[in-house]
Each structure stands twice: as C-alpha cells, then as structure tokens.
C-alpha cells in the first residue's frame, strides 16, 4: 500500500524559509498536492504538480513564494516555502490521486494522505 511520508516542518519567524518533503513508498498517481489545515478550519490546498507536464497550480495566498517540485528518481515531493506569513501556521499534508486539473484543490479528489507535518510562523 502507498505510503507517503512528509517531513520538514518546523518553527520559524515571518520572512523565514521552510522546506517541506513528501517521499512516496512506491509509484503515485497523476497528481500530487499540498494541502494545509488549521483546527476548526477546512483542509486548504496550497499547491499541486500534475506528473509528466509538470504543471502547478498554486493558492492565492501563496502563489509567488512557494514553488512545488518533484524528484521522480527519488519518489519525493516538495514544497519551498519563503517569506513565511504567520497566516501561514499549519498542519501540511502531502496527497496524491487521480485528480482533473480543475478538481486541483479538492481534497476529497485525492486518494492517498501523509501524516502531515507542523509548520509554524511567529512575528
């Protein structure tokens, strides 16, 4: 069963940088996503890469200070996060599924979840 693992968050102060990563235990789908969620909120989706054109999609909020990649030869998937906003504190999550370009930031299009992994930003 596919398993993804993230890894990478942290503590850091607005203006700071983070790098998160998502390895895959085997292939993944066509698509994979980051999303992020803070309690009592919904599960938001922050960015995504579509396999074989390599096309992302970004938020809003973070489009022109994060940029996701991927590393086929290493399963993994990340995501650059720089000039961190406090609003920016939450839970990360990597997800993968067959997912239509439009459906991008739908969580439940996405089939297979990480554990998530911590990211917060103080003033």
């Known amino acids: 069963q596919l398993q993804l693992v993230e890894s990478g968050g942290g503590s850091v102060q607005a203006g700071g940088s983070l790098r998160l990563s998502c390895t895959a235990s085997?292939?993944?789908?066509?698509?994979m996503g980051w999303f992020r969620q803070v309690p009592g909120k919904d599960r938001e989706g922050v960015a995504a890469?579509?396999?074989?054109?390599?096309?992302?999609e970004y938020a809003g909020s973070v489009k022109g200070r994060f940029t996701i990649s991927r590393d086929y030869g290493k399963n993994t998937l990340y995501l650059e996060m720089n000039n961190l906003e406090r609003e920016d504190t939450a839970m990360y999550y990597c997800?993968?599924?067959?997912?239509?370009?439009?459906?991008?930031?739908?969580?439940?299009?996405?089939?297979?979840w990480g554990q998530g992994t911590q990211v917060t930003v103080s003033s």
């Open positions: 997800a993968t599924g067959y997912v239509r370009a439009s459906d991008w930031n739908v969580p439940s299009r996405y089939r297979d």
């Open positions: 890469i579509f396999t074989g054109s390599g096309r992302a």
């Open positions: 085997e292939y993944t789908y066509t698509v």
